[in-house]
């Protein structure tokens, strides 16, 4: 480890490139960390070097430029698992955004890019398991090797369209990003259609899913192969009180039943013994009512971005998000001082963008 990293210090560039176990275990962690230079290859085992903490002096060198590819769920697992920040990224995946490309996978790009094929049946296997069988490591490999030729190619065009310092913000706001607290209460927050159950079967959710957990810690599996979430939304609704009628509601297997059965009807009906006023509520923002003026301007404002993103051949919501848009045309802002007091803009977004808008808001108050 000492003389990999005397080695990487010598260099500009690095690419990296993460394997985790999160398909296998509870609590995923980091089971390979892949860095390559122009000129070597290196597999850091952190099963077998649990302190990893001399990486930072690699990951935090602004000097030094760290290439990845969809950076954000690596950029939270280092930071997560050992406490390392990332200085001067380069994302390959946002900067093929911002070249306008519709499909940015490493596979696609590096097709389109290179005629180059990566082997993908290797992704969702157990990267926790050791030994590693050869094949997995020459594959782990193969996800670095093309970045840094990848990422000249891209610094080439971004620059010559002007876009350069677009990404670089972007993928500076990026290596801010970090993984939520598995300990963030209530579960169903977490759930997608949690939002549309009465409180009562919000709180039967709420138990089941706190079961659940419990038994995947236990069993240190993943929450999806103890048992599905779309099952427990519909256990939750039909709130069964005995044993006969969870059987009836048909979501879980035989296996299931006889396993958790009984525990999951006395968990049910403690919930549906909770009094009103202890049941929980699923958290409502009232809609803001906006007025025919902003909503004139809001218009204008995304006709102008669709013209723009077309004529950049950029996606619409890479120039521009919808939040951002309605964000000015709430604030209606007069002046470029007003503009670019908005903190949800970018600086490179009101740079390149911040005149055009005030001429539609402009535009859109003389009409």
């Known amino acids: ?37 122009e000129t070597s290859s290196y597999i850091i085992d952190p099963l077998s070097i649990p302190d990893l903490s001399t990486l930072s002096e690699i990951f935090s060198n602004p000097d030094m430029v760290k290439i990845l ?31 306008g490309n519709a499909e940015t996978g490493l596979n696609t790009v590096l097709q389109k890019r290179f005629g180059v094929f990566l082997e993908k049946k290797y992704q969702k296997k157990d990267w ?22 990848l990422y000249g190619a891209h610094l080439k065009e971004l620059t010559d369209k002007g876009r350069l310092e677009w990404v670089l913000e972007e993928c500076r706001d990026l290596t ?28 039967v959710l709420e138990t089941l899913l706190e079961f659940r957990r419990t038994l995947a810690e236990a069993k240190d599996r993943p929450l999806f192969k103890v048992m599905g979430t779309a099952a427990l939304i519909k256990i939750a609704i039909a709130q069964p009180a005995t044993l006969e009628q969870l059987i009836e509601t048909r979501v879980l297997s035989e296996k299931q039943i006889n396993m958790y059965g009984p525990a999951m009807v006395k968990r049910i009906r403690d919930a549906l013994d909770l009094p009103a006023d202890a049941l929980p509520r699923y958290p409502r923002f009232r809609t803001r009512r906006i007025s025919n003026e902003e909503s004139a301007r809001l218009k ?56 055009d808008i005030l001429s539609v808001l402009a535009h859109s108050e003389n009409r």
């Open 1 to 37: 480890m000492a003389d990999a990293l005397a080695d990487l210090c010598r260099h500009r560039l690095i690419a990296v490139d993460l394997e985790a176990d999160s398909m296998f275990h509870f609590k995923e962690k980091i089971c390979l960390i892949q860095i390559a230079t």
């Open 69 to 99: 590819h969809g950076a954000d769920y690596d950029i939270r697992s280092l930071h997560r698992d050992y406490g390392i920040t990332i200085a001067n990224l380069f994302d390959t995946e946002m900067a093929s955004r911002f070249l």
């Open 128 to 149: 926790s398991q050791r030994p590693l069988p050869a094949a997995m490591i020459e594959y782990a490999a193969k996800d670095t090797q093309y970045l840094i030729p």
């Open 176 to 203: 801010l990003v970090r993984s939520s607290s598995a300990n963030e209460r209530p579960l169903f927050l977490k759930v997608k259609g949690a939002g549309r159950l009465d409180p009562r079967s919000l709180a």
């Open 300 to 355: 204008r404002l995304r006709q102008w971005r669709e013209q723009k993103a077309k004529n950049l051949e950029i996606d619409s919501g890479v120039l521009i998000n919808n939040a951002a848009l309605s964000a000015i045309a709430e604030a209606d802002p007069k002046t470029s001082e007003n503009l670019n007091a908005l903190p949800m803009l970018k600086n490179w977004q009101k740079k390149a963008l911040g005149p």
